[in-house]
């Protein structure tokens, strides 16, 4: 399969198509100047315009440190700067946590988290409570990070989880196709995944606790090796993410399904400081709701293969992604 794959020759069509959906249903009206007067969702509705009242607004932009994050934080740090906004970004934070240190300390202005992360990690929310509804997560995510003095964003569209993954030919031997089949085969498996997927209630700690597995052992590993470390059979299970790239252009991995639902999945929010977003002004929050209209799951898929299987940079597949939606020129 070319590196191009499936959907990259459908990218502009596809979030065009999402983009005149969301603006039908939404109105949009008062996003930007029109002279068009009668529909209001020509280009110039899309096309972020500079405000000079932003001039002088200095904004860091943060975000986690693996290939989705880092796109995200392009895109919200480059359409801001659009807007008007002074922006820098701390794009390698690392974990959930110290991304919520980062923000509570003033060294960033925001970052995007994930509804399920946030209300399992930081608020220790039972996976299984975790609400199926997405904006049902979204509104607990948002009441909860106010108590913090922080405000959360409208989410994007796509969501995204946490998986078990393996290559096939392995799930083949071991006859799983969901993580209770794995029951009684782990004590000779190793699992890969971030450092700080053993405390983590999505990942090794739910695991164990819920489904009662006991793996040979755990190896921690950066995120970006995730599927490395199966490919040269340095762990025979993997912590992936639903959105994955590699899991739709090729046939040599699988993911188990999580039949526990000790995973769950969650769409993306914007985490802000309260005082932070009050003084940037309206076109803070509105800029960042208004670029996520497009991110349905094939979208968030085909940036992110843009990067990991492509090799592009983060920063310029967040400009593709924000030129080919008509948000910049």
Known sequence: MS?????RGAFALLVALVLAFALAA???DDSTSSDS???GDD????LIQENPDNNGVSLTIGSKNFTEQFILGEIYAQALEAAGYDVSTDLNLGSEQVALKALESGDISGYPEYTSTALTSFFKLAPEDVPGDAQEAVDQTQDQFADLGLTAFQPTPFADANAVGLLQETADELGATTISDLEGQTEDLTLAGSPECEQ??????GLEQYYGLKFGDFTPVDIGLRYEVLDKGDADLSILFTSDAQLFVSDDYTILEDDKGVLPAGNVIFVSDQQVAEEAGPDYQATIEKVQEGLTLEVMQELNARVDIDKEKPEEVATQYLQESGYIE
């Open 200 to 205: 983590r209630i999505d990942c090794l700690a």
């Open 43 to 46: 280009s110039s509705s899309t």
């Open 37 to 39: 007067g009668d529909t």
């Open 3 to 7: 590196t191009n794959f499936r959907l």
């Open 26 to 28: 939404c109105g949009d």
